[in-house]
């Protein structure tokens, strides 16, 4: 059977192996877009997909180590985290507006008479929770100590009253040093000498940068010193221990990330839906960075959306192109695109009907977004094409090709399928 014309997942571009970023060489962190639309023809599993990448985001992985793991387990640990309300899932549809997703009033009458009450939508609830959590988060950050006082803590109560001096061990795999022996500190720099397992102080006095105890701290690396960085890494060890035994013994809270999944986005007005959100969903226009901007919601409250809060989205191309979504929210989205994949499909005969298929909607709409996703073929076996064809395949596509229906005949008839016209519908013949 001849290659198929239309994308496959591995020509399209993909987040899939998402890389790390460093920073003086050291992992920090995976990136994923603060908005991301998977868009494609229906069945080719971008609802299916939303759970990695919520797990992904919230769990600083990578899709293809998620792709490893056993399915139930992953829904098992996004189902806890829609517990916690950490996770949100929405499907738009054509009456959703904006007093449903951001904030608007609704009638209640439980107490005898009709009055109206203001009510936060989906998104701005969660946009709350991940805001209160960034706001937590950035205080314990601002009150944590700096090195140079923990360090001076640390000299402080280690000081030998007699010698006023400190000493630091090492680790036990030197060879010829047992520790250190701090005798003197300016703002930039430490002074020491060195005791021998002999329990011999050598005289010469050495010093060590403030400045690099300081990297060391920090980022875990190198440092320029390298011939004496065992010496630095003993130091930075006791800070350390001395920071983990004198924490506040509140538990700190973590900084965690939210995601919002906004299923079949763009079968709703979107830009109704979103209001003065478009701006504000922006990057760099979120709160937590240096250009975040509010918004005044009309109850009167301030409103941003905050750094940590991820939007993803799923996109059907057979309801609507992109060429025909809203210029401002398409300019403000990454879109991810998942065609068919017919690696998916382990039976030979099921695969070669899903290519041929595919390749005939190809040639008659001069467009992928009408495709026929592998989900609808995949764990079948050609027994069970009737039901498929009969339930799901033949009205999508008398959909595709309204008021067309020898056209759908024929394309059927032509991939060799058992197909007949009985009075006005097409069925597949079992």
């Given at each position: 059977m001849t290659k198929s014309k239309y994308p496959t997942p591995s020509e399209s571009t993909s987040l899939a192996d998402a890389p790390a970023t460093y920073h003086k060489g050291k992992v920090s962190k995976i990136s994923y877009p603060k908005n991301l639309i998977l868009y494609g023809p229906p069945g080719t599993g971008k609802t299916y997909q939303t759970v990695n990448y919520a797990l992904a985001i919230i769990e600083n992985k990578t899709l293809a180590d998620l792709a490893q793991e056993p399915r139930q387990e992953l829904l098992n640990r996004f189902n806890t985290y829609k517990e916690k309300q950490q996770v949100a899932f929405i499907t738009f549809h054509q009456n959703y507006g904006y007093e449903d997703f951001i904030q608007g009033l609704r009638p209640n009458t439980n107490v005898g008479t009709l009055h109206f009450e203001r009510r936060d939508g989906i998104f701005k609830r969660i946009a709350d929770r991940a805001r209160k959590n960034l706001d937590t988060y950035s205080q314990q950050q601002h009150f944590?100590?700096?090195?140079?006082?923990?360090?001076?803590?640390?000299?402080?109560?280690?000081?030998?009253?007699?010698?006023?001096?400190?000493?630091?061990?090492?680790?036990?795999?030197?060879?010829?040093?047992?520790?250190?022996?701090?005798?003197?500190?300016?703002?930039?720099?430490?002074?020491?000498?060195?005791?021998?397992?002999?329990?011999?102080?050598?005289?010469?006095?050495?010093?060590?940068?403030?400045?690099?105890?300081?990297?060391?701290?920090?980022?875990?690396?190198?440092?320029?010193?390298?011939?004496?960085?065992?010496?630095?890494?003993?130091?930075?060890?006791?800070?350390?221990?001395?920071?983990?035994?004198?924490?506040?013994?509140?538990?700190?809270?973590?900084?965690?990330?939210?995601?919002?999944?906004?299923?079949?986005?763009?079968?709703?007005?979107?830009?109704?839906?979103?209001?003065?959100?478009?701006?504000?969903?922006?990057?760099?226009?979120?709160?937590?960075?240096?250009?975040?901007?509010?918004?005044?919601?009309?109850?009167?409250?301030?409103?941003?959306?905050?750094?940590?809060?991820?939007?993803?989205?799923?996109?059907?191309?057979?309801?609507?192109?992109?060429?025909?979504?809203?210029?401002?929210?398409?300019?403000?989205?990454?879109?991810?695109?998942?065609?068919?994949?017919?690696?998916?499909?382990?039976?030979?005969?099921?695969k070669e009907i899903f290519v041929a298929l595919n390749e005939k909607i190809l040639q008659e709409k001069q467009s992928p977004d009408y495709l026929i996703g592998q989900a609808f073929f995949m764990n079948k076996s050609l027994q069970d094409l009737p039901e498929v064809f009969n339930q799901q395949l033949i009205p999508l596509l008398q959909e595709y090709f309204p008021n067309r229906r020898e056209t759908v005949l024929s394309m059927l008839q032509a991939i060799g399928l058992p197909v007949e016209e009985v009075n006005y519908q097409i069925h597949y013949k079992s």
């Open positions: 944590k100590k700096k090195f140079e006082d923990l360090l001076n803590e640390l000299l402080i109560k280690n000081i030998d009253p007699e010698t006023e001096e400190i000493e630091v061990k090492l680790d036990s795999s030197h060879r010829i040093y047992q520790s250190i022996i701090i005798f003197d500190m300016t703002e930039t720099t430490l002074f020491y000498k060195r005791r021998t397992k002999r329990n011999i102080i050598k005289d010469e006095s050495k010093e060590m940068g403030i400045e690099n105890l300081k990297m060391l701290y920090e980022d875990d690396t190198h440092i320029k010193d390298a011939i004496n960085q065992k010496y630095y890494e003993a130091v930075v060890h006791a800070v350390k221990t001395y920071e983990e035994n004198h924490k506040p013994e509140r538990s700190l809270q973590q900084l965690q990330n939210y995601v919002i999944i906004i299923d079949e986005i763009n079968r709703a007005n979107i830009s109704r839906v979103f209001g003065e959100l478009i701006t504000l969903i922006e990057p760099d226009k979120r709160y937590g960075n240096e250009n975040s901007l509010a918004a005044t919601l009309p109850s009167g409250e301030s409103f941003t959306v905050p750094a940590n809060l991820y939007i993803l989205g799923t996109m059907n191309t057979a309801d609507r192109s992109i060429a025909l979504i809203d210029t401002a929210l398409r300019r403000r989205f990454v879109f991810e695109a998942m065609y068919p994949n017919a690696d998916l499909i382990t039976e030979g005969e099921v």
